[in-house]
């Protein structure tokens, strides 16, 4: 079974920083994507970032040059360095790894994390 596992998400002011980890464990012979996403309170969950195997990123308007998002195909890891941080941040971060094959899964998967908390004061 894979699993996601975020961390790294906390309490922190605005302009401020945090850097958030996600590690994917399991059998996992290769996955294609690997992004985050966030949902507020009463909202839908939003794209934060993404980036392909081939390392091409995309970013949500909202975080453009604010975010930056790495991956570690070797330990299929994804961070997202988060500064400059707003209020309007503040969500719940999910980790997502899309296209994930493994040594006993003929068809490529889909999986997403628990979460990690980013609370961002004023």
């Known amino acids: 079974q894979v699993q996601l596992v975020e961390s790294g998400g906390g309490l922190v002011q605005a302009g401020g920083s945090l850097r958030l980890s996600c590690v994917a464990s399991?059998?996992?012979?290769?996955?294609?994507?690997m992004g985050w996403y966030r949902q507020a309170p009463g909202k839908q969950r939003e794209l934060v970032a993404t980036?392909?195997?081939?390392?091409?990123?995309n970013y949500a308007d909202s975080v453009e040059g604010r975010f930056t998002i790495t991956r570690v195909h070797a330990n299929n890891t994804v961070d997202l360095q988060m500064n400059s941080l707003k209020p309007e941040d503040a969500a719940v971060y999910y980790c997502?790894?899309?296209?994930?094959?493994?040594?006993?899964?003929?068809?490529?998967?889909?999986?997403w994390g628990k979460g990690t908390l980013v609370t961002v004061s004023s």
């Open positions: 997502n790894a899309n296209g994930v094959r493994t040594y006993y899964t003929s068809s490529p998967m889909n999986y």
């Open positions: 399991g059998r996992i012979f290769s996955i294609n994507g």
């Open positions: 980036i392909t195997t081939g390392g091409s990123t």
